[in-house]
């Protein structure tokens, strides 16, 4: 059982930048890690993946060349750097691991969750 606990979030001025990190308490190298976020009144949504061995990345198309997903194993620690943040994209963000055989956007395909962090974005 893999325990995940998110920080780095805060409030921030539209377009600026956080740094997101998500702490395991064993090993990822099996998973697949993702973050997802949910803003209040809103289902949680998908937002960026990255593989068990990091060779692979998927974002959702709104967050592209903005966001960047990446992963220490060594340190069994996964990484989302948010750049020129919108208001919009308040919201908890959350990470999650998944045993499955291939990435997914799907929330169904996560087991492990951590509890998310507060990303506010103020205009």
């Known amino acids: 059982q893999v325990q995940l606990q998110e920080s780095g979030g805060g409030l921030v001025q539209a377009g600026g930048s956080l740094s997101l990190s998500c702490a395991a308490s064993?090993?990822?190298?099996?998973?697949?890690m993702g973050w997802f976020r949910q803003a209040p009144g809103e289902e949680r949504e998908f937002v960026a993946a990255?593989?068990?061995?990091?060779?692979?990345?998927d974002y959702v198309d709104s967050v592209k060349g903005r966001f960047t997903v990446s992963r220490d194993n060594a340190k069994s620690t996964v990484y989302l750097q948010l750049n020129s943040l919108k208001p919009e994209e308040t919201a908890v963000y959350y990470c999650?691991?998944?045993?499955?055989?291939?990435?997914?956007?799907?929330?169904?395909?996560?087991?492990?969750w951590g509890r998310g962090t507060q990303v506010t974005g103020s205009s």
């Open positions: 999650a691991a998944s045993s499955w055989a291939q990435m997914s956007r799907f929330t169904s395909s996560y087991e492990h």
């Open positions: 990255i593989s068990r061995n990091a060779v692979t990345t």
């Open positions: 064993g090993t990822l190298n099996r998973y697949h």
